[in-house]
């Protein structure tokens, strides 16, 4: 599986930046998706994830009510719209791909996949 990420940048604080994850590649079925990020000197920490269907979803209590996470998937992309930035923002953005499904042997397989990263930078 192939994760691609894109949308990271520079922004002032109070600013928005909206984050993709798109994955190509994959014989089973995108299962969860969340991204995750890593400021440095501090662990990775999981900021939102969104069950398959979309349906429900879950965030960090640091971003809840300024991130949203979002997925498509007709398009196999997930989505992080981040406003009301802060400088505690800042770190390296991960996606997170969990897929899986039925080996062929009635067993269910599970894999997980990490994207490259995206750097979100907020001034202040």
């Known amino acids: 599986v192939q994760l691609v990420e894109s949308g990271g940048g520079l922004v002032q604080a109070g600013g928005s930046l909206r984050l993709s994850c798109a994955a190509s590649?994959?014989?089973?079925?995108?299962?969860?998706m969340s991204w995750y990020r890593q400021a440095p000197g501090k662990q990775r920490e999981l900021v939102a994830a969104i069950t398959s269907s979309g349906g429900s979803t879950n965030y960090a209590d640091s971003v809840k009510g300024r991130f949203t996470i979002s997925r498509d998937n007709a398009k196999n992309t997930m989505y992080l719209q981040m406003n009301s930035l802060k400088p505690e923002d800042t770190a390296v953005y991960y996606c997170?791909?969990?897929?899986?499904?039925?080996?062929?042997?009635?067993?269910?397989?599970?894999?997980?996949?990490w994207g490259q990263g995206t750097q979100v930078t907020v001034s202040s």
């Open positions: 590649g994959s014989t089973f079925s995108i299962r969860r």
């Open positions: 997170k791909v969990e897929t899986g499904g039925d080996d062929g042997l009635g067993y269910d397989v599970k894999y997980v996949h």
